[in-house]
């Protein structure tokens, strides 16, 4: 019998020398701290990110960093049909805009690779797949399953018409028993083949699994003999690489979507079936969105922020996702933030038990409020070089402005900034040309103005009269102030608005309305930050020329 396992196993496997305990050796235990955490984040290439993803990458690396652990990044592309070219470069380019960057990894365009643990693309272990295959087919726990396409969706729908269970399972696990030597023949024949666990779970019996996030869980034992290599391309399926991959890389944290639950029951009989330890698991929640009344899960189809280039599109700071995203992924995130305002992210001490486990509500007007207070307390350099870089890359043309107007830029930036209660005029980087495009004549040309609420002849008299005899550009912000009073008493405009709510009928108007056109003249707005602030910016020649473009 023995002689006859082995017989298939070569048949199937023939170059496959090495065995399991070679590869035990080739990776040995890390030499890391007792407490240290081995985590992973492991996407599949399919060329973008979730934030459904984002998140148990962040919460990877920040287990590794207070651990004085380890952090790696394996491609898990052995869904061939999914794979698109580029992915990994993306996730790469992802997890350095958050500054999460992998201690392991392996890039196949710049042929760089780090770690002791790799290869770290899976498609490039398959010998190593291969030899745990090979062993389980000696032991007689593993076997060549025959079953066509065919036969499968006859399956599939027989037991979907009785309500049964899906897969194969007891009785329709047609080749389990087949003879050794039935099988070798069905080989030699050129039948095509896939390789099943040969399960020994009962379905009936329960097992007891501790879940870090969501504490004590119960399942019935698995029982399907799934499939672990598929016969089109002898790659593993995920459950089974996950099992390799995890034992000799020495994960000792999966910190996975909470769709992987229902897989709990396969891992744990793959780890017991070669008796392996299993690492500690954190199932997240899922990620919610409200939606009117409703509370659903966010959706990359229906949801733009549900993939992480929405929040680079938008220019939103790195740190400040990162803080949205603590803040939803640990109940007592937020508490700990008040308290700890300067401290970096990873100080937090991250408590899987704190997670929800009904799903965790992401919020973008959260996200917005966070993303205001943390712009308005950057200096104005730093705010500068965050929008130009924002602005290299989705908005060239903007760019240049910022380029040929540096210092002029970062005094806009600078209103009202570096002060106990700065202002919050930013919410991502995106929107700040559309909040300051008005300083810069490049894109002060072929306007409209809205003089509509005043009279056409009044508007230029006072614009003019403002600029001959009151206006200086010398002048500091108390004196500018009582410049526009003076002309606003000598023009009949109240300056007292008390009196002006009782004594209307006495005057023209009120001083609200003189500086609101010149407010219109110089920006065509009527709301903008500080008007003194916006017209020492300016300056004497561009209030000038627009000025006097009006009164002509
Ligand atoms: N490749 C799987 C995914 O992208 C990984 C799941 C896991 O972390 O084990 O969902």
């Known amino acids: 019998m023995n002689n006859e396992r082995q017989k298939l196993a070569d048949l199937i496997f023939p170059t496959i020398t090495k065995t399991i305990e070679d590869y035990e050796k080739q990776y040995p235990e890390r030499n890391l701290g007792e407490n240290a955490k081995v985590t992973r984040f492991a996407p599949s ?22 651990s004085e652990g380890i952090f790696y990044l394996r491609n898990e592309d052995t869904d061939t049909s999914r794979t698109v070219l580029g992915a990994v470069e993306y996730i790469r380019s992802v997890l350095n805009t958050y500054d999460l960057n992998p201690d392991e990894y392996e890039y196949r365009d710049t042929n760089e690779t780090k770690g002791e643990y790799g290869p770290y693309i899976q498609s490039e272990r398959k010998e190593i797949y291969h030899t745990f295959i090979k062993h389980l087919i000696l032991e007689g726990k593993a076997y060549p399953c025959f079953l066509t396409g065919e036969e499968m969706d006859s399956i599939r729908e027989s037991q ?14 047609k080749y389990r028993d087949l003879p050794v030597s039935e099988a070798i023949k069905r080989i030699e024949n050129g039948e095509s083949y896939t390789i099943r666990l040969k399960s020994t779970g009962d379905f009936n019996r329960k097992f007891k699994f501790n879940d870090l996030a969501n504490g004590e869980m119960e399942f019935p034992e698995n029982d399907i003999d799934i499939p672990i290599m598929k016969s089109k391309d002898r790659l593993p399926t995920y459950h089974f690489a996950h099992l390799v991959d995890d034992h000799l890389m020495h994960t000792t944290h999966v910190v996975r979507g909470q769709e992987w639950i229902s897989s709990i029951p396969i891992h744990y009989e793959l780890f017991k079936t070669f008796g392996f330890k299993m690492p500690k698991y954190i ?41 949205a995203v603590m803040t939803i992924a640990n109940s007592n995130y937020e508490a700990w933030r008040e308290g700890h305002p300067d401290a970096h992210f990873t100080e937090f001490e991250f408590s899987p038990k704190k997670m929800s486990s009904s799903g965790a509500l992401f919020d973008l007007d959260k996200l917005d409020n966070i993303s205001k207070n943390y ?10 070089a965050s929008v130009l870089a924002w602005s290299e890359k989705y908005d060239p043309e903007f760019s240049l402005i910022l380029k040929k107007y540096k210092d002029y830029s970062m005094e806009i930036y600078n209103i009202e900034r570096e002060r106990k209660k700065p202002r919050k005029d930013y919410t991502y980087y995106s929107e700040i040309k559309d909040k300051t495009w008005y300083m810069y004549d490049e894109y002060f040309k072929d306007i409209q103005y809205d003089f509509s609420a005043y009279n056409h002849e009044e508007v230029k008299n006072i614009l003019k009269i403002y600029l001959n005899d009151y206006y200086n550009e010398l002048d500091e912000e108390n004196i500018w102030f009582e410049k526009i009073k003076e002309m606003c008493t000598k023009l ?23 500086t609101n056109i010149i407010r219109i003249a110089l920006t065509t ?18 209030i000038k020329n627009r000025i006097e473009k009006i009164i002509q």
Do not use: C, W
């Open 375 to 384: 712009i308005s307390k950057l200096s104005k350099e730093e705010v500068y």
């Open 492 to 514: 009949n405009y109240a300056t007292d608005m008390k009196d002006y709510k009782v004594n209307s009928e006495n005057y023209k108007g009120s001083i609200v309305e003189v």
């Open 283 to 323: 199932h997240i929640p899922l990620i919610l969105k409200k939606d009117g009344d409703t509370i659903r899960k966010i959706s990359k189809r229906l949801d733009p922020e549900a993939k992480m280039t929405y929040y680079e599109e938008k220019g939103y700071p790195p740190l400040v996702v990162i803080e």
């Open 525 to 542: 707005l009527t709301t903008t930050p500080n008007l003194y602030d916006i017209m020492r910016i300016l300056g004497k020649e561009r």
């Open 160 to 173: 979907s018409k009785d309500k049964r269970r899906i897969g194969i399972y007891g009785r329709y696990a």
């Open 45 to 66: 290439p399919t060329g973008f990110m979730h934030i459904g993803h984002f998140m148990p990458s962040l919460i990877d690396y920040v287990l590794a960093r207070q």
